[in-house]
């Protein structure tokens, strides 16, 4: 355990000073300096130290502020003075005025909290950022995607999905009544030949009808039509910006 | 505001007897309270200047200019106080009080090691 040195206590006692009303501080302050350094020469020869001494002393002086603060009618809430009721506005003004003195007094103490203040809020901004736009904002470019379900087939016990095939999605087109239509998906990862070489992208395979479900329109050329769907009909893709300019 | 003739506290008891001898610095005040005291009594400054801001508030200490001869310069740079008129009535009152309750009878006894039941 380190023991404190004489110019920690020495600051250390004129900080408590502080305790004391301000009035009695200034009429006393430096004489009660005085007699601590006395006292503090003494005890770093005697039994126990600084330590001991700062047992003793501390208490009774805490003690001996709060006696005179009490005295000088400086402690509001153990006081007996009558006061008129304040505002809401007067005390939540008091009330800022007084922890701005508090943080000027402490700047460490202020601008850590203040750091770590603006560490947290940037946090959470971004995780609130990225989750509204993964996760609550829609497709760029598709409108009314909250009027958009996507379902899947599952099993009978409920342990793996199924691929719907095509003539059972045609078969929900044709007869579905409570939606506008119904379009079938699956993600997949592609492998294109361009130029007799393999290029990977992430993509999938649509229905027709898929893209208007979303109600997007193509910036050049034309989406799927039913035709495309139809056995034996020429492959055809629909590229992303991204890709096409990659 | 002088105060109404009431028993002393022991503290202001002390520190009046003290500085019936002469005038005394804050920290000579302390070193003799504990000496005379057996260290019964170690003042912290808190303390010690509550209780000299009451004496000082009643008028029975005084701050005295001048500063006794042959101290040294530090002392010399000290607030010395010493005992007013009123403080040296108070403190002969309170001693009488104490020497009358010290002779008194039921005093005797219970010293003398008497049961007095």
Redesign the interface.
């Known amino acids: 355990m380190r023991v404190p040195t004489v110019s920690k206590s020495e600051r250390l006692f004129a900080w408590l000073l502080r305790a004391?009303p301000s009035d009695?501080r200034q009429?006393?302050g430096v004489?009660?300096?005085?007699?601590?350094l006395?006292?503090l020469n003494v005890a770093r020869t005697a039994r126990g130290g600084l330590w001991a001494f700062w047992g003793?002393?501390l208490p009774?002086?805490?003690?001996?502020?709060l006696?005179?603060r009490l005295r000088s009618g400086r402690v509001p809430e153990l006081s007996h003075t009558v006061r008129r009721r304040p505002s809401m506005f007067s005390e939540l003004g008091s009330d800022v005025r007084h922890a701005f003195r508090l943080l000027r007094r402490s700047p460490v103490f202020a601008t850590t909290s203040i750091l770590i203040i603006a560490l947290g809020v940037g946090a959470v901004t971004t995780t609130f950022s990225a989750m509204e736009a993964l996760l609550l904002r829609g497709v760029p470019g598709t409108r009314d995607t909250d009027r958009v379900m996507s379902s899947q087939l599952l099993a009978s016990d409920g342990t793996f999905t199924m691929t719907a095939s095509p003539e059972l999605i045609d078969h929900w087109r044709t007869r579905a009544r409570l939606v506008e239509g119904v379009a079938g998906h699956t993600g997949n990862e592609l492998t294109l030949t361009i130029d007799g070489a393999g290029v990977s992208a992430a993509g999938g395979i649509v229905t027709a009808g898929f893209f208007e479900l979303l109600n997007v329109s193509p910036q050049v050329g034309r989406f799927f039509s039913a035709a495309d769907d139809s056995a034996g009909s020429a492959p055809v893709a629909v590229l992303s910006h991204e890709f096409w300019q990659a | 505001m002088q105060r109404q003739p009431a028993p002393l506290k022991p503290t202001e008891l002390h520190l009046l007897l003290c500085l019936s001898r002469g005038e005394q610095h804050g920290y000579g005040l302390v070193a003799v309270l504990e000496e005379e005291s057996g260290g019964a009594i170690k003042l912290e400054p808190g303390n010690l200047y509550r209780v000299i801001r009451r004496l000082l508030d009643d008028g029975f200490v005084a701050e005295s200019e001048r500063r006794p001869a042959g101290d040294s310069i530090g002392a010399q740079r000290r607030r010395y106080y010493r005992l007013t008129a009123l403080g040296r009535r108070a403190l002969a009152g309170e001693l009488r009080r104490l020497q009358a309750v010290l002779t008194s009878t039921s005093a005797r006894s219970v010293l003398r090691g008497g049961s007095g039941a």
């Open positions: 004391f009695f009429r006393f004489d009660m300096q005085e007699v601590f006395d006292q003793r002393v009774s002086f805490l003690w001996a502020a006696s005179e």
